[in-house]
């Protein structure tokens, strides 16, 4: 494989002709994920409050101890199976063969789901480099006729979608439990001045601890070589190296003083700003800004009614929608989702089940849909063209926008569809037909849910903050390492083509066609695979050696610096 991977540093393929001829040029997907101006991708952090996206605190075994990992990693062999060995086998007999498996929590699906997006999101930002051609919708031109052109199958590298969902997780996780409190506590009014003051107060170290390191770590890079990182075909969107140790870091600090600015404006997508060391970084105010506001929602409105709350909210969300703030809306649509689960339980059994599975799944395939709204030409793709004047007027006449309303609309339905998705379990139906009794734990767990219960889902979950923190410069380390001789190879492979278009020769040339798009597919797999283990292993190694820590003293000065709690009960 290295001699294979040697071999084709030096040769090339196309990402500026990129699929299947017919794209020239390239826009740049890599440095602003998910906005309508470019890509997409958002904040998905874990929340400290709920089992969901909680970091792993247990107590090591003393051979997966920090600096034991820290030793092995310096071996060649670490490099390559740390990740996998830890995660995989190493978990798997750190307890004793009798001890039971934790239960899984009724919220874990959302740490899931939170995970296969993080990994859609890097999926869109690596493969649209390669095949630029898949923003385009299905059908909206007779050469966008590509199976993973089509709506729901588009959702498999649709990352702009994603950060619709990285929302509304946001929205739910950060809020279900000072709701809770609001509803059931014996003295709410303690409970949630309590849980909101910590959760305001841990919220920008969650976000912000983890993104200094990274960064840090990233302009050392960039200082220490040259040509480290590799720039996109349009020859930007790399870490800037400045002309000396002192002036990098003051670059760094100014940069990062700018991203950290509670009180910077963010007005929807229009005045969107990436770290320069990390593009992607556009969505931690947008992220920073959602949670203060519903934490002020929850505030505000903690003594009301609970209908005079959900109206206020509403409202809010609405407000902000029509404003064309859409991404906030989301927020709020998390808020009201977790305030809903309260009010009418997820596994109320007042509908057939039936009944319920139909519907959960027509809403979310209805969702998928809706998240499937392509990046470019979506009025004129066949199953948009209807939806793209069905928007509110300052969406209309720009595309980004038209696609931003729906692709939210569709995750709302998504993640709704998730949450009341019924129980599905073969022993329940063998217990149902023999009519035995049906226990708590024999029950199985929500159809839809399962998709992101399972134990990679959840593993995605876990790294998914580091994921999302590093795929961009591993894209930039490896991806587009080869992606620019793999680009030139094509470009002198089109330029063959079509002199043999103009001699007569059509049938060589359909034939040469195929045989330099087979190479460049090969390629691009090998160039995936290869990017991708290199990805998953920064980002556990990141997870555990940075953000697992930055849990922690987060938890710790919000202890350490609290005062004692005197209150009249």
């Known amino acids: 494989m290295s001699r294979f991977l040697s071999s084709w540093r030096r040769s090339g393929s196309s990402a500026a002709y990129a699929l299947l001829g017919g794209i020239t040029s390239q826009p740049n997907h890599d440095s602003y994920p998910s906005t309508p101006s470019s890509s997409s991708t958002s904040t998905f952090e874990v929340d400290e ?13 003393p051979r997966t101890s920090l600096s034991f990992r820290l030793r092995h990693l310096l071996t060649p062999h670490g490099f390559y199976i740390t990740a996998l060995y830890h995660r995989f086998i190493t978990s798997r ?38 095949w630029p051609i898949l923003k ?75 993104i200094l ?20 075909l349009q020859g930007g969107d790399i870490p800037p190296r400045k002309g000396s140790w002192g002036e990098q870091f003051w670059h760094w600090l100014s940069v990062t003083e700018h991203m950290v600015n509670p009180f910077q404006a963010v007005t929807g997508r229009q005045n969107l700003w990436g770290n320069d060391y990390n593009g992607h970084l556009w969505t931690i105010p947008t992220e920073f800004k959602g949670s203060v506001m519903v934490f002020v929602l929850m505030l505000a409105f903690c003594r009301s009614k609970r209908w005079v709350h959900f109206v206020g909210v509403l409202g809010a969300g609405y407000w902000q929608m029509v404003k064309g703030d859409f991404d906030q809306t989301l927020f709020c649509v998390g ?106 734990d024999d029950q199985g767990e929500p159809l839809l849910q399962k998709l992101f219960t399972n134990g990679f889902s959840q593993y995605l979950g876990q790294i998914s903050y580091s994921l999302y923190l590093w795929h961009g410069m591993v894209n930039h380390l490896i991806g587009l390492r080869y992606l620019h001789p793999m680009s030139q190879e094509w470009n002198a492979s089109e330029t063959g083509i079509n002199s043999l278009v103009g001699e007569g020769f059509a049938d060589q040339a359909a034939a040469a066609r195929s045989a330099a798009l087979s190479t460049y597919t090969w390629k691009w797999a090998w160039t995936f695979l290869f990017n991708t283990f290199v990805l998953f292993w920064v980002s556990d190694v990141f997870h555990r050696g940075v953000d697992v820590y930055a849990v922690r003293l987060t938890r710790k000065l919000s202890t350490v610096w609290a005062k004692p709690r005197v209150w009249n009960r």
């Open 136 to 210: 385009n919708g299905y059908g909206s031109s007779p050469s966008d006729m590509y199976i993973f052109q089509l709506p729901v199958l588009r959702v498999l590298h649709s990352g702009r979608s994603s950060v619709t969902i990285f929302f509304i997780i946001s929205g739910f996780v950060l809020t279900l439990k000072t709701v809770t409190a609001i509803h059931r506590s014996a003295n709410p009014s303690h409970d949630v001045l309590d849980g909101l003051a910590g959760s305001l107060f841990r919220r920008p170290f969650r976000l912000y601890l983890p």
């Open 93 to 130: 007999h750190a307890k004793p063969a009798t001890s039971t498996p934790k239960k899984q929590s009724k919220t874990a699906y959302l740490d899931g789901l939170r995970g296969v997006a993080a990994l859609i999101v890097y999926i869109f930002h690596f493969n649209y480099l390669f």
């Open 213 to 232: 390191m990274s960064t840090a770590i990233t302009a050392i890079l960039a200082q220490a070589s040259s040509n480290l990182f590799i720039p996109n």
């Open 335 to 440: 808020l009201l989702l977790a305030e809903l689960s309260i009010i009418l339980p997820t596994d109320l059994k007042m509908v057939n089940r039936g009944l319920k599975h139909g519907i959960t799944v027509a809403l979310a395939i209805l969702g998928c849909h809706l998240m499937s709204y392509p990046e470019a030409r979506g009025p004129s793709s066949p199953g948009f063209r209807t939806l793209s004047g069905m928007v509110p007027t300052i969406y209309k006449g720009n595309e980004d926008r038209i696609q931003q309303f729906w692709i939210s609309v569709g995750s709302i339905l998504f993640v709704l569809a998730l949450m009341y998705s019924p129980v599905v379990s073969g022993q329940w139906w063998k217990r149902r037909v023999q009519g035995t009794d049906i226990g708590e």
């Open 49 to 61: 409050e709920l089992d969901l996206g909680e970091i792993t605190t247990e107590k090591h075994h």
